[in-house]
């Protein structure tokens, strides 16, 4: 597979992309780049910064100020840092989880991170996952994903990944906030989720991560 090559991989919260975007990526000697990352990194600075949720100029000039950066680490995982301080393990805070798509909404927010993740890939041999990657980031990238999955699958995924984290979640409430995301990033005006034109569209209900990486290797190497 040729190296400047890009991936779009899109879809709800909980589909299972991260997992599978990271392991395709590793496959294909390609680098991972998470974009929901970027946005949940604005969205911990603006409430570090005890910005109110609805000062959308405040959250918009979070976004220009501050200084986003993505390095591997050791054992494969990207690791996110702001102005050098590793957020990594905060952007995963449920606080974070409720607000992100109230400050993904923002169109500011959006141009700015739109660009980082235009220059992120312009060397090719990425897969960027996110919610509008082949629809709005990379329109021209040579391969685009769509993954689902039923709503009761990702809120029980979401929710052992939590719980893994440290985190006391109950499952109630983790769909309930799954349906409130799928609903605020689906009918944003700017760049809401949904599949390309020429995404191949992939239910992940039922299958593991290794069978859907199994099945977009042989879509991304079959042409
Ligand atoms: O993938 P995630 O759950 O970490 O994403 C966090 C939020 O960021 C999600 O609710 C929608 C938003 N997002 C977005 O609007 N556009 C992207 N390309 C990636 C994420």
Known sequence: MNSSVCIAIDGPAG????????????KLGYVYIDTGAMYRAVTYQAL??????????????????????????AGGNTRIFINDKDVTQEIRRPEVSKNVSLVSRIPGVRIILTRL??????????????RDIGTQVLPDA????????????RARRRCLELQQNGYPVEYDQVIRDIILRDEIDSNRA????????????????????????????SMVSGG
């Open 15 to 26: 589909a299972g992309k991260s997992t599978v975007a990271k392991m395709l990526a590793s």
């Open 142 to 153: 040579e391969k685009k994903f769509f993954l689902t999955a039923s709503v009761e699958e």
């Open 48 to 73: 570090t910064d005890k910005i109110n949720m609805d000062d959308t100029v405040a959250i918009t000039q979070v976004a220009e100020a501050i200084d986003l950066s993505l390095k591997v680490d």
């Open 117 to 130: 993740q235009r220059e992120l890939a312009a060397q090719g041999g990425v897969v960027m996952e996110g």
């Open 190 to 217: 700017l760049a809401p989720l949904k599949p390309a034109p020429d995404a191949v569209i992939v239910d992940c209900s039922g299958l593991t991560a290794k069978q859907v990486v199994n099945m977009l290797l």
